[in-house]
């Protein structure tokens, strides 16, 4: 239980900490709040030779609003002030509720968002909340930077779009607009566990009441944030009618999904959760979207 | 590899300066070359909270950071709250309410509870189980330690 030895950077400019990952590149890991990296590090799962700590980088942390009505987070911004921020919660209040689901009150003290997503890991809540509010990251390296769409930075168990040489340093979410409505519901065995599985849905209304826009995007159900595509093509255009509903959350969770089995649940059982999960986010969403006065029959 | 690290890091008010490896977990440092046993290790990946410390204030898991990240920040254990004499009113409370029994966990239920105290004195029944949804007790003792939270909330606030 105790990490192998590694040589240990503490630049305090991006910069800095770029010219350690050019250097370094494949035997190179940033550290960032720690908490998924240190305990892989002490079951010596990762045994990175060369760790660049960010956590002495100021210009890594702030929260900010964009042009256009959206935020921008440094990627070193921790979960707990992510959670307080009073930005997050009136422009993104889906990442608002994700943060109350992430680890417990002391990892909150100290992992951060960019931290989390460069992890990668399926079953993160910021990762699925940033694929569903069509978020996007800012990559830098030495060579210069871009910017890759949330649903394209996941690429696999623990594995995105990264090169070695890159570092993950800003993290944009749009605005959730008006008419808009929003879920996030998981099922864990106790609070703070690691999900079962769980969905984040995101909905928008034309003026006539119809699904102008649906994204539903399921944690620990497949190698990645998975985006139930299917379902949300029967969504759109339509009124959001109790059946409708149901029938999406069926898609949702026969077609769009791929989950696993393991110790904690069987895939069937996953299957069974996400239809149930679906039909109560999107009945949720849909009433936030209607201003609560709706009625979709649930 | 034996790249040393020189660590300066003021615990519980007083400042230390080491030459530490890198890869020496922030909880070790803390027991074994400062002697504070005080911090227990339980699970050593983020799960018990036993080693529950303050790092500049904010609870943190003494076991998911190296001791090299504490350069220059202040950490509190469960020895800086209070002493033998006088006890924190959260000892004091956790004492009279059978808040523990081994005590293994106690010191990171204390940690957490007192920046959680100084953040929220007032806290509802729900705010209290989030607060220590973190830390593992196995003697069965979540009832009397809740009691001794809300004991402890309402003397400081007195």
Redesign the interface.
Same mark, same amino acid.
């Given at each position: 239980? #105790? @990490?192998? @030895? %590694?040589?240990?950077y503490?630049p305090t400019t991006v910069e800095e900490a770029l010219a350690g990952l050019a250097e370094h590149g494949y035997d190179a890991k940033p550290?960032a709040g *720690?908490?998924s990296l +240190?305990?892989m590090? &002490? %079951?010596r799962l990762a045994q990175p030779?060369v760790?660049i700590?960010l &956590?002495n980088i100021p210009e890594l942390a702030y929260i900010r609003p964009d042009e256009n009505g959206g935020v921008l987070l440094g990627a070193m911004s921790r979960h #707990?002030t992510v959670g307080n921020d009073a930005l997050i919660a009136a422009k993104v209040p889906l990442v608002h509720e994700a943060i109350k689901n992430i *680890? !417990?009150?002391? +990892?909150r !003290?100290?992992g951060t968002f960019g931290g989390s997503l460069s992890h990668a890991d399926p079953s993160a809540e910021l990762a699925t909340v940033s694929v569903a509010l069509n978020g996007r990251f800012k990559l830098r390296s030495q060579k210069g930077e871009r910017w890759v769409q949330a649903n394209e930075f996941f690429i696999g168990s623990f594995t995105s779009a990264l090169e070695p040489e890159e570092l993950l340093v800003e993290i944009n979410l749009p605005c959730q607009p008006e008419h808009s409505g929003w879920s996030l519901v998981e099922v864990a065995r106790r609070? &703070?566990d690691f999900a079962l599985i769980g969905v984040a849905a995101v909905v928008e209304l034309d003026g006539n009441g119809n699904c102008e826009r649906a994204r539903m995007v399921f944690l620990s159900a497949g190698d990645r944030p998975m985006e139930a595509v299917q379902a949300a093509g029967l969504l759109n255009g339509q009124k959001p009618t109790a059946d409708i509903i149901q029938a999406a959350a069926d898609k949702a969770a026969s077609a769009d999904i791929d989950p696993g089995g393991d110790i904690h649940a069987t895939a069937e059982f996953r299957r069974h959760l996400a239809k149930v999960l679906s039909r109560r986010a999107l009945h949720e969403a849909f009433k936030r979207a209607l201003g609560g006065i709706g009625n979709t029959n649930e | 590899m034996n790249n040393l690290f020189n660590l300066s890091v003021t615990v519980n008010g007083t400042l230390y300066e080491r030459e530490v490896e890198p890869r020496l977990l922030l909880s070790d440092f803390l027991r074994h070359d400062l002697g504070l046993t005080g911090t227990h290790v339980g699970c050593e990946h983020g799960v018990c909270g036993a080693c529950t410390i303050q790092f500049d204030g904010e609870p943190a898991r003494s076991c998911l950071m190296f001791a090299v990240m504490a350069d220059g920040h202040n950490v509190t254990t469960v020895e800086g709250l209070g002493t033998i004499d006088k006890l924190h009113p959260l000892q004091e409370a956790f004492k009279e309410e059978h808040g523990l029994q081994c005590g293994f966990c106690t010191p990171g239920f204390l940690t957490t509870l007192a920046a959680f105290l100084e953040e929220n004195p007032d806290p509802s029944e729900e705010e209290i189980r989030e607060a220590i949804s973190g830390n593992l007790c196995r003697c069965t003792g979540y009832q009397h330690i809740k009691e001794s939270v809300k004991t402890a909330a309402e003397r400081m606030r007195a």
């Open positions: 239980m #105790k @990490p192998p @030895p %590694f040589e240990y503490a550290l *720690g908490q +240190i305990p590090m &002490n %079951f030779s760790l700590d &956590n #707990k *680890g !417990t009150p002391q +990892i !003290t100290r609070h &703070n | -």
